[in-house]
């Protein structure tokens, strides 16, 4: 039967910092770290043995991995990075405070940039600090400006049923360790959730969430681990 567990990464320093963080690259803090190595511990204990990993080519997410892995002893499992597990793009918010961004544009339009599902925040302006059109982790990749949830889930599902699909289909175990919104765009799908609903969901830091899957990969359940 197969199983598929989700972790959002350990708290980030912009976390901590209440700031819009999206594609721009941020560390774990000591916190996240913690959180990272308590999720692995837990993993362990409850008999979780992934067979393979997937995660983004953003730090947080690698580091809360690793982190997991080597508190499971597992560091030797294969990896799989790729972009399309990113977080949401921000657009023209990444790296503002939010409160000091409700502050300035009111809490209605802050509310609907973070959590309407088709409503894209402002698009970043070419040359801004955070504009990562010469990271080379994204060449030859058509970086977005800004992301909806929607928009997330549109890059998010195709790399599920293509790379991650075929994983499940064959028996294994898998973990990902991703971010808020593309965790969201992952749930919204295996539980069926609604456009309306899934603005609602919140996925904390550290705490692996597991699906138990029938053949076919629609869910039979799910439930986060530190729960059973």
């Known amino acids: 039967m ?27 803090t000591e916190k996240g770290a913690a959180e990272a190595w308590a999720a692995g511990e837990l993993m362990k204990a409850k008999g979780i043995a992934p067979a393979t990993c997937f995660t983004s080519v953003q730090t947080r ?8 892995l080597e508190a499971m002893g ?43 599902f088709d409503t894209p925040p402002p698009p970043l302006d070419a040359g ?20 909806s949830l929607k928009d997330t889930i549109a890059r998010v599902l195709p790399y599920y049923e293509s790379a991650i699909a075929p994983e499940l289909r064959a028996g294994k175990t898998v973990l990902i360790s991703a971010h808020g919104n593309s965790l969201r765009a992952l749930v919204k799908h295996l539980s069926a959730i609604s456009d309306a609903d899934i603005t609602s969901l919140e996925i904390p830091t550290g705490q692996p969430i597991v699906y138990e899957l029938h053949d076919d990969l629609t869910s039979r359940e799910r439930y986060y681990l530190n729960e059973r």
């Open 61 to 68: 997410a690698i580091k809360t991995l690793n982190i997991a």
């Open 128 to 147: 801004s600090p955070y504009d990562l059109a010469g990271d080379p982790r994204y060449a030859g990749i058509d970086i977005p400006a800004t992301e």
């Open 74 to 116: 597992r560091l030797w499992l294969p990896v799989t990075k790729d972009w399309h597990l990113n977080e949401r793009h921000y657009g023209g918010l990444t790296g503002l405070d939010k409160a000091e961004t409700a502050a300035k544009h009111g809490d209605e339009q802050v509310k609907i940039w973070r959590r309407s």
């Open 2 to 28: 197969p199983q598929l567990i989700l972790i959002r990464h350990g708290q980030s320093q912009w976390n901590l910092e209440n700031r819009f963080t999206g594609w721009w690259d941020v560390d774990v």
